[in-house]
């Protein structure tokens, strides 16, 4: 990606990754080169529901997290996920995790429940 793309700024974790940069039209004219790369050197498809060109302001959906540039909120589908699958056995795990963004209140929520 950054050697082949040039791709100045690029964030991988396993198979999830982020593009940033200040010109839309370079993120577009990314796509099909990325498209290409990853099926001729790796066997695999971007999903296309998954694919996705946004502002900083709109926050970067990565990982469970919402990214913004001063903070990080939990995705609202990974909040409903871990109510749903809250318990003894996984609370500690659960309360861990929102330590790694703006998680203070829902560790509130789930200490009273």
Do not use: C
Request: proline share 2%; aromatic share 8%.
């Amino acid at each position: 990606m950054k050697h082949k793309l040039k791709a100045k700024y690029y964030i991988r974790y396993a198979d999830d990754f982020v593009v940033l940069s200040d010109d839309r039209i370079a993120l577009l004219n990314l796509i099909r080169p990325i498209k290409k790369l990853l099926q001729e050197r790796l066997k695999l498809e971007l999903h296309p529901k998954k694919l996705s060109i946004n502002t900083i302001a709109s926050g970067i959906d990565f990982l469970g997290w919402v990214n913004f540039t001063d903070h990080r909120i939990l995705r609202t589908k990974t909040k409903q996920r871990m109510f749903k699958k809250l318990s003894e056995k996984n609370l500690s795990s659960y309360l861990g995790m929102l330590k790694h963004g703006n998680g203070h209140k829902i560790s509130r929520v789930i200490m009273k429940a």
